[in-house]
């Protein structure tokens, strides 16, 4: 299996600046995607920002020229970087990453997800 652990969470005053990371461990063959969707209360998760294994990036029309994705293949970690942090901002974000792993030898096809980290943002 393919774990997801993310960190970078925390309370911002809005206009501030906040970056999560999240690094994947386990038996990777290939990460296809990696990705972070975020769900606020009472609302349904949804996606934030994705980057493909070639550094193709999408956004959300809601962050585009406020928040960065990248991403590390070496180290199997995918950074969000946020600026100009709004009160809407504010939700759980959670980590997703998609891919092949080994399990004994035998090729499998793997859609993890982190535990998620809070975003606050005071206005």
């Known amino acids: 299996q393919v774990q997801l652990v993310e960190s970078g969470g925390g309370l911002v005053q809005a206009g501030g600046s906040l970056r999560l990371s999240c690094a994947a461990s386990?038996?990777?063959?290939?990460?296809?995607?990696m990705g972070w969707y975020r769900q606020a209360p009472g609302k349904q998760r949804e996606l934030v920002a994705a980057?493909?294994?070639?550094?193709?990036?999408n956004y959300a029309d809601s962050v585009k020229g406020r928040f960065t994705i990248s991403r590390d293949n070496a180290k199997n970690t995918v950074p969000l970087q946020m600026n100009s942090l709004k009160p809407e901002d504010t939700a759980v974000y959670y980590c997703?990453?998609?891919?092949?792993?080994?399990?004994?030898?035998?090729?499998?096809?793997?859609?993890?997800w982190g535990q998620g980290t809070q975003v606050t943002v005071s206005s």
């Open positions: 980057i493909t294994s070639g550094g193709s990036t």
């Open positions: 386990g038996s990777i063959l290939s990460i296809n995607a």
């Open positions: 997703h990453a998609e891919g092949y792993y080994t399990d004994y030898g035998i090729l499998r096809e793997y859609d993890s």
